[in-house]
Each structure stands twice: as C-alpha cells, then as structure tokens.
C-alpha cells in the first residue's frame, strides 16, 4: 500500500506517525505532506529520514490510502481531488463529517457500513470518539433515551499554539494567546466558536454526530470547557435509558467491550485520569453509579488521549478496517 500523510508535521499527523509506526500496517511506500512552510522538512519514521513534500507533488505519487490532518479548508479543496484520483482520504477535519453523501466512522461501531466505493471518510470529533465508545455498548442493550455530557478538554485540542500558550503561563513567559483568557490555573467554558443557540459549534458536533453516528432518536445536550491538561479529555456523563438496570449489569458490558477499559475502585482511588490515558489508545471509565434523583438513568466519567483514540487511532483503525476486509 502506498500511504500518504497529510498535515505530518501537526500534532496530530505527527502522532499518526506514531501509531502507524506501533501498529503492522503493510506499507509499500509512504509519504509526508506538509504546509508550504514546512516544505523539505525532515521526519524521523521507523528509522528512516523522509522529506516533506506538498499536496501538488502527492498527486504524482499515486497513493493508495491518505490521512488528512491539516484543517478543513485543506481537505474541502483536497480530499475530493484525491479521491477523483483513485485514492481514499480519511479526514480528521470537521468539514465532511455532517455530510449526508458520507459516513462518519467509529470502527468498533460503525465500521461496518463501510463499502468499497466510500472514497472519503470522516473521522469524528474527539469528544465524540471517547463517549460513544462507552455509550454505543450501552445503548445495544439497554436503549439510551438522553444523554448530558460535561467535557473536559485538553488544550492541545485545539493545537500547538494552545499548547505553548499554556507552557508560556506556567513559565511566566509572554506568548501568543489561543484563548480569549489565560488557561493556567483557569477552566474556560469555550470550546470552538458560539452559535445562535448560545451553545458553541463543539457542543453541537458532540450531539449531531452521536445522532448520526449511534441514533437520531437520542436526546444529547452537551457542555465544553477547556481545562490546562496538555493531552486527555475528560467527561462526565449523565446517561438515562428506557430500561431499567443493574451496576453489575453496566460493568459487565463495559468490561467486555473492546476497546474500553474500566477503572472503578473508588475504595482505592482508582478512576481514570487524563495521565491514565497518555499515549493510550483505549477509551477509560469509572465512577459508574446510579443517578439517585432519577429513574433508570446512571451517571459515569470517561477519559481518553485526544490525540489517539480520539484522533490518531481511530484514523489507523479505520485504515486497518479497509485493509481486513479487503475493500481498499
């Protein structure tokens, strides 16, 4: 397979390198795309130093497979070009993820409706990844009605100027800012831009691609906020079914779904972290409890590495699908 990664030099594409590199991915030939500012840079991958060419130059090279991890004005003007030219793009961009013409994908949940003539496939958002990766073996059996979600999101969501932002506050140091107030030692209730409805547009991604990606029937209200943890989103969520239930009966489920990993110990204080979840590629869960106010719901907290799971991984894992089922 001839590979491409696009935006190889960002946060993200840099840790699709690394999972790939983790990972038995058959790989004839791979290559590293980056912004006209990066252009020739060098990239360590699996010990070799490759060089980073432009989108202009990949077209030439004829790639099989490309993961976009460049934005959304780059995979609206590229992804369709690539796929005219033979090769399937999955984009971790927001920009094809609500698009009626393409599927949203989780692999563990969806992957299955992924056919040979899907050309560009959409990663979801972060947020999304991590919750659903709990809520979907839930909902399977015992019906999920409505969900409230609170996030808590690592600065490098939002990308390396954040990141440096936050390092610079911690040092004392004057920097360019990515966030309207200062995130050391402060949680900002803003992620992405507001819209009309007072809710902000990653709020919103949270509900309309859990409608599409598990069931449009399932109420889903969520709240974003920014907290000064450099990698691992956090999310406590409020889950109400149609069924009723057992805690036993939750943990059970969880407990064998792949691709989760409980920690619920509270007489031990074990429940996961953010720094539980660095450079992992499982979605974590604990203080799972009954909702004591209110009838068959449960009230649980979830965290995963952004970047991975919540990026990465599920990128690689959808390549993976495609290979395994032979409809690259």
């Known amino acids: 397979m001839k590979l491409a990664v696009v935006g190889a030099t ?28 990066s252009l020739q840079k060098s990239i360590i991958f699996k010990g070799k130093s490759l060089k980073t060419i432009s989108l202009e130059q990949l077209l030439s090279k004829k790639p099989d497979l490309a993961l976009f991890a460049a934005g959304s004005e780059v995979s609206k003007m590229w992804a369709p070009t690539m796929a005219e030219n033979g090769c399937k793009v999955i984009d971790n961009s927001s920009f094809w993820r609500m698009s009626s013409n393409h599927k949203l994908i989780i692999p563990e949940i969806n992957g299955w409706q992924l056919k040979r003539d899907d050309m560009i496939i959409a990663n979801p958002n972060c947020s999304t990844i991590q919750l659903l990766m709990v809520l979907a ?41 990515a966030y ?110 009954k909702d004591f106010t209110l009838d068959k719901t449960l009230n649980l907290w979830i965290t995963a590495d952004n970047l991975r799971k919540g990026a990465a991984t599920n990128a690689v894992q959808i390549a993976e699908y495609l290979i395994n089922k032979n409809i690259l």
């Open 10 to 37: 960002g946060m993200v594409g840099k840790e699709i390198l690394e999972v790939i590199s983790e990972r038995d991915i058959p790989i004839k030939d791979i290559f590293l795309v980056s912004s006209e500012k």
């Open 137 to 177: 073996p839930l909902h399977k059996n015992l019906k999920i009605k409505r969900v409230i979600v609170s996030t808590y999101q690592a600065v490098s969501g939002s990308g390396k100027k954040a990141v440096e932002q936050l390092q610079n506050e911690e040092m004392n140091v004057e920097g360019k800012m």
């Open 180 to 289: 309207p107030h200062n995130i050391y030692r402060n949680v900002i209730p803003h992620c992405d831009d507001f819209l009309n409805n007072g809710y902000t547009k990653e709020e919103m991604k949270i509900t309309n691609e859990t409608k599409k990606i598990l069931d449009k029937n399932i109420d889903v209200v969520a709240t974003a906020a920014r907290v000064p943890v450099i990698e691992g989103h956090s999310e406590s969520v409020n889950i109400t079914f149609s069924n009723g239930f057992d805690l036993k009966q939750i943990k059970d489920i969880l407990e064998n779904t792949p691709g989760v990993k409980v920690l619920d110990n509270i007489s031990k204080n074990v429940y996961p972290m953010p720094i539980n979840s660095y450079k992992k590629n499982e979605v974590f869960v604990g203080r799972i409890r």
